[in-house]
C-alpha cells in the first residue's frame, strides 16, 4: 500500500512539473500575442490616421530615418564617388572618331548577333494547358536542363493554368 501511495505521489509531483511547464510555455505564448496585437494596433493607428501616416513618414524618408532621400546633388556627388560617372556627366569617356559619321559610329560600336537558341520539342502553342504540362513533366523527366525552354515557350493560359491549381 506504502509503495502504491510513493508511486502516485511521484506521479503527481511529474504531473505538476509539466503543467508549470505548461504554464511558463502559455505565458510565454501569451506574451508574443499581446505584443503582436500591439503592433497591430500601432500600424492600424499609423495606416488609418492621416496625421500619424504623414509623420511616420516623414521619419521614415527623412535625413535620419531608415530610408534618407537625397537631394539630386548628394546623389550626382555619390556617384562620382563610386566611380559610376565622369567628370562630363558620361559612364565612359567619349572620343572623337575622327571620319566615322554618327550612323558609322553606331554600326562600328553595336553590339554582335548572337546565334539563335536551339528550341526545344515543345507542344504546338494551341494545345491545351494539361497536354502542355503533361509534355513539359516527361521532358523534366528525361532533361531537366531543358525543361525551362519548354516553360519560356508556354502560353500565359498555360501558365495561368497551372498557378491556379497550385494555388
Do not use: C
Not at 31 to 38: D, F, G, N, P, Y
Not at 85 to 97: E, F, H, S, W
Amino acid at each position: 500500500m506504502e509503495d502504491a501511495l510513493l508511486e502516485a505521489l511521484g506521479h503527481q509531483q511529474r504531473q505538476a512539473h509539466l503543467i508549470g511547464e505548461q504554464q511558463a510555455y502559455i505565458e510565454k505564448a501569451q506574451s508574443v500575442l499581446q505584443a503582436a496585437e500591439a503592433e497591430r494596433n500601432a500600424m492600424m493607428h499609423i495606416l488609418s490616421d492621416p496625421e500619424t501616416l504623414a509623420d511616420y513618414t516623414t521619419k521614415f524618408f527623412g535625413p535620419g530615418g531608415v530610408m534618407p532621400v537625397q537631394t539630386p546633388e548628394e546623389a550626382e556627388r555619390a556617384r562620382l564617388e563610386q566611380g559610376l560617372v565622369g567628370d562630363n556627366g558620361r559612364l565612359m569617356p567619349t572620343y572623337n572618331a575622327g571620319n566615322f559619321e554618327p550612323e558609322q559610329q553606331q554600326q562600328a560600336y553595336a553590339r554582335p548577333q548572337l546565334p539563335a537558341m536551339p528550341q526545344p520539342n515543345a507542344p504546338a502553342p494551341n494545345t491545351s494547358p494539361e497536354a502542355f504540362w503533361t509534355s513539359f513533366s516527361r521532358q523534366a523527366d528525361m532533361d531537366i536542363t531543358k525543361a525551362w525552354q519548354l516553360l519560356d515557350q508556354a502560353s500565359p493560359d498555360q501558365l495561368r493554368a497551372k498557378i491556379l491549381v497550385a494555388e
